[in-house]
């Protein structure tokens, strides 16, 4: 099974609102990455938090760990009609060697 | 810099025959990651390649096998294609062994398998 789980699968929003997503995960990390994925292209990294970190931010992305509820979220403030697309957590597991891809949010903003 | 590179872009393969996909790395990158993901399955890592030695295996059959040549350039085989194969298949790069870092990803290619 995937190691990350998301919340929500799908989430629509208007323009200008914020969008949250969440990531639940299993076993112990080294970080957690967020990456973009437009329909049917590669992925995009976004933002990565180490497992010594609780917040970090680059411009409207806002992303939370909290490693004791084996957690993160990832806040889009301002959200824009380009930010549509699916997103994924994904984590880097101690001593794995590998990054492991939850199975995504879909994410709607309608103009 | 270029881009992680995936050829071809598109594939139609019926079952029974092999296929080979290539991926080119950004420059200097050593480290190449294979995922494949389907609607059912999301992306599920294949095999990582470091310095033209596989590092890490996912739980794949064995008709999934790839290579790394010395100019960080992989290619991923399988062979005796079935229905489930269709998926779009990803190509990572990284400056770092292992991927637990930073992955660039190729824009992928989508396998149809008839």
């Known amino acids: 099974s995937q190691q990350g789980e998301e919340d929500p699968q799908a989430l629509s929003i208007q323009e200008g609102e914020n969008a949250t997503m969440n990531c639940s995960y299993k076993?112990?990390?080294?970080?957690l990455q967020w990456y973009r994925q437009n329909s049917g292209r590669g992925l995009v990294h976004l933002i990565l938090?180490?497992?010594?970190?609780r917040e970090k931010h680059s411009g409207r992305l806002r992303v939370t760990l909290d490693t004791s509820k084996k957690s993160s979220s990832l806040l889009i403030t301002a959200s824009r009609a380009a930010d549509t697309a699916s997103y994924f957590c994904a984590t880097g597991e101690a001593n794995a060697g590998k990054s492991t891809f939850g199975d995504g949010t879909t994410l709607t903003v309608k103009p | 810099k270029a881009g992680v590179t995936q050829t071809p872009r598109y594939l139609i393969k019926t079952r029974g025959q092999q296929v080979t996909l290539s991926c080119s790395p950004i420059s200097g990158h050593r480290s190449v990651s294979w995922y494949q993901q389907t609607p059912g399955q999301g992306l599920q890592f294949l095999f990582e390649?470091?310095?033209?030695?596989?590092?890490n295996k996912g739980n794949f059959p064995g008709r999934f096998s790839g290579r790394q040549f010395s100019n960080s350039r992989s290619e991923m085989n399988v062979s005796t294609l079935e229905l489930g194969d269709s998926a779009l298949y990803l190509c990572?790069?990284?400056?770092?062994?292992?991927?637990?870092?930073?992955?660039?990803f190729g824009s992928g290619t989508q396998l149809s398998v008839l």
């Open positions: 938090i180490r497992s010594n970190e």
């Open positions: 390649y470091f310095s033209e030695t596989q590092r």
């Open positions: 076993t112990s990390i080294n970080n």
């Open positions: 990572a790069s990284s400056a770092l062994q292992g991927t637990n870092e930073k992955l660039f």
